[in-house]
């Protein structure tokens, strides 16, 4: 038989009587850095340019202001033409609204002063700074924001759509110039499908060449109900934006693979390559040896595009093989790739760029497939799907990666079946998350990988987001611990036997392992051995439940763990969000993990007043929330006292042994964090340089900036009685640093 290992390619022979085709290795692509390390091609900025008019910045209550009009037509996106636009009346000066001559409405209390032609009779149409509000009610009317180009030449138009509430059936939105459509839906088609959205944003960014009085107009309608239709939107226009210059930019993107042959001579080589999802091409590759190349063209792709490429080979025999191979389509790559940089970008932040064709199915629990750039290695075809709840408007996703290709948060890291992209939308600071992980790591405890990126949806920017790891081998791995412990994500608070153990309960690790025997056993042993008091009722250390602890558990960890705790004090520790570790093929013992520390540095769930939950704006110390940070060790979500306290987390602080323990070493842990003057460099320090990341003060609109104009805040998406308080993440920061530390 041929002494080679036959891979499965698909649609070839790979049986030991078939021939499978070239052996094809060392895929790469020819652009390198001066150490000879491969590098991004180089592109123009898409989002660049002079800013000529602004949707947002420029809103006002007067006709033509800026170029802007404002008002409405009696069509839907799909019927639009520019002489059905006709003019909201009235003006910022001309008194109080009514329907009839003054259609501007300054007493707008919820979304600020706006055009509004029924106010709250039919039909109800709105026009504000960043919303509108079509109407079915008394005859289609559909709000549309005008401007007119004060300029002639080449221009980038940007902006967003987005839902306010993921309820009713959403709206549509088109762009029009001159009165011909511009966007489209899917991007493989050559239609003028107007974006149809339902809670999810979405974003565009869409080259355009203008002349001189052009017309732009931005068009919301109703789809079959008004219901739920408050939708927000931004565009703006950039004025000569960068364009493709063959001295400063990437012309094409050289590809090149090493073809040995197996049963016969390499015959032919074939080059696929994709932009995006725009549909493939193919190029055929020239021999120099056995090395086989050929350049994708690039001059009229912008920065932050998708570049992915296949090579298929044949030879004399008759066989072919395809790199990469391919043999699932739901656990492996379909292409190698990269994503084009900007010559000088802005952002401090490092970039994690993300490309998924369907984004509505991404954020479903079905979820659907995408394509991830991160740290130089792009990972292809991947799962992704919603991260818990679509309740908020700023979404998260779990990202599930393929065997063999496992996401590495750094070049030299543990590989990762899955990670987190969590949004940060109720952080104003933007650093709560990576910032309690690392107090953890300070302290010695392990702790999931946690930074604050700037996240490129296909092609231009989304969101700034929690680039954040999930319980798993790898972060096992990474952490000291045996990848082959178990691992449980743990979401009730441990104290009832033996339901505790199944419910609210996620197996992470050992899933070759039926059932969770052993923790059962250890929550059998927690609640239902007996815990002998002494005279004045506090447990000895002489009971058997105290005895079965010292056995089970890793008491210095557990203690460690509650100790490191208390500097970022999360709110929902002990009764959720935490999770607990067995060294099961060493020690046996277990200990608690850290998961979920959203709600630390004094923000605070407020489920008093059920409107503002998340959404609470007082940072919570002990002046006005004792249980949140203080030296006794108590916590409102810890319960007050047993049995309504954690078993194992509730029983360490109950204990007097354990609880001088947990003292002393929150005492060591001060002394390093705190100094008599305030906090010490690991938490000042490091939280004013994760700040100069995501809004840095010498950038005029940085990634904190876009995060806020696209996302908005709060009581845009909310019911919250709290009053918004506009704040940049640097006023955040000072305000945690000044109030809470």
């Known amino acids: 038989p041929p002494s080679y290992l036959a891979t499965p390619t698909p649609g070839a022979a790979n049986s030991p009587t078939g021939q499978p085709g070239p052996r094809i290795d060392n895929v790469r692509s020819g652009l390198t850095n001066p150490d000879g390390s491969e590098r991004q091609p180089v592109l123009p900025a898409l989002e660049s340019g002079t800013i000529a008019a602004d949707s947002i910045d420029q809103f006002s209550g007067t006709q033509g202001k800026d170029g802007w009009r404002y008002g409405f037509a009696s069509t839907t996106t799909l019927t639009y033409t520019p002489a059905a636009f006709t003019p909201f009346q009235g003006s910022e000066s001309s008194g109080a609204w009514s329907a009839a001559s003054q259609n501007w409405n300054a007493a707008n209390s919820q979304w600020g002063p706006s055009w509004e032609r029924g106010l709250s009779s039919a039909p109800n149409t709105d026009l504000g700074r960043d919303y509108s509000l079509p109407s079915l009610s008394g005859g289609t009317s559909s709000p549309v924001r005008r401007w007119t180009a004060s300029f002639s030449g080449p221009a980038v138009l940007s902006g967003f759509f987005h839902g306010v509430a993921n309820a009713g059936d959403g709206t549509r939105w088109q762009i029009f110039r ?22 999810t944003l979405r974003r565009f960014a869409i ?14 309608d109703a789809n079959a109900s008004e219901a739920s239709d408050t939708s927000r939107s931004w565009l703006r226009i950039y004025r000569n934006p960068e364009s493709f210059s063959p001295t400063t930019h990437d012309a094409a993107l050289p590809v090149s693979a090493s073809l040995n042959p197996t049963s016969g001579p390499v015959s032919s080589a074939t080059l696929f390559y994709t932009i995006g999802f725009a549909p493939e091409q193919s190029l055929p590759m020239s021999a120099s040896g056995t090395t086989w190349s050929a350049s994708i063209p690039l001059s009229n792709v912008p920065a932050g595009s998708m570049i992915r ?43 994690l760029s993300l490309f998924i064709q369907n984004q509505s199915a991404s954020e ?12 130089s290695r792009f990972y292809d075809n991947i799962d992704i799907n919603l991260h818990s709840s679509n309740a908020y408007a700023k979404r998260s996703w779990d990202i599930d990666f393929n065997r063999g290709h496992r996401f590495k948060f750094s070049s030299s890291g543990a590989g990762h079946t899955d990670i987190n992209l969590l949004t940060n939308w109720r952080d104003r600071a933007k650093l709560r998350n990576p910032q309690s992980y690392h107090m953890f790591r300070l302290a010695g405890h392990p702790s999931l990988p946690c930074e604050t990126v700037r996240l490129q949806l296909n092609g231009i920017f989304h969101s700034t987001c929690d680039l954040t790891g999930e319980l798993n081998e790898g972060i096992l791995e990474e952490a000291g611990l045996d990848p082959n412990g178990a691992l449980y994500k743990m979401q009730n608070v441990f104290n009832s036997s033996p339901t505790h153990a199944t419910t609210s309960v996620e197996k992470r690790t050992r899933k070759w392992e039926s059932g969770n025997a052993d923790l059962a056993a250890l929550l059998a042993g927690l609640v239902n051995l007996s815990n002998t008091n002494d005279s004045i009722g506090l447990p000895t250390a002489t009971s058997p439940r105290f005895r079965f602890l010292t056995d089970q558990v ?14 970022s004090t999360s709110y929902d520790w002990g009764h959720k969000n935490y999770a607990l570790y067995r060294d099961s093929d060493r020690s046996t013992r277990w200990s608690p993990v850290p998961w979920d520390l959203d709600l630390s540095w004094g923000h605070y769930y407020d489920g008093a007043a059920i409107a503002n939950t998340y959404f609470d704006d007082v940072i919570r110390t002990n002046t006005n929330d004792g249980s949140m940070h203080n030296f006794s060790l108590n916590h409102n979500q810890m319960e007050s006292s047993p049995p309504n306290r954690n078993s194992l987390l509730g029983y360490l602080l109950d204990d007097p042994t354990t609880k001088a323990m947990i003292q002393r070493r ?9 100094l008599p003057s305030g906090p010490a460099p690991e938490i000042e320090s490091r939280m004013l340089a994760l700040t100069d990341k995501v809004d840095p003060p010498d950038v005029p609109e940085s990634d904190a900036d876009l995060d806020l104009r696209i996302w908005g805040f709060w009581n845009q998406h909310q019911t919250a009685s709290v009053s918004y308080i506009p704040r940049s993440a640097r006023d955040e920061t000072n305000r945690i640093l000044s109030t809470f530390v």
């Open 364 to 375: 479903t629990s079905t979820g659907t497939r995408a394509s991830l750039f991160w740290n």
């Open 207 to 220: 080259p355009v060449t203008l002349t001189l009085g052009d017309t732009i107009d931005v068009v919301c």
């Open 309 to 351: 490429w296949r090579i298929a080979a044949t030879d004399s025999a008759g066989g072919s093989r395809t790199s990469p191979p391919f043999p699932s389509p739901t656990d492996s790559p379909r292409y190698h790739g990269t994503v084009a940089s900007e010559r000088n970008p802005a952002s401090r932040l490092t970039t």
């Open 178 to 199: 001159n009165g011909t459509p511009l966007l489209d839906a899917d991007p493989l088609t050559a239609g003028s499908q107007p974006f149809s959205v339902l809670g």
């Open 666 to 674: 929150v005492r060591h842990l001060a002394d390093q964090f705190l």
């Open 554 to 567: 890793d008491v210095a960890a557990s203690i460690n763990f509650i100790a490191a705790m208390f500097f």
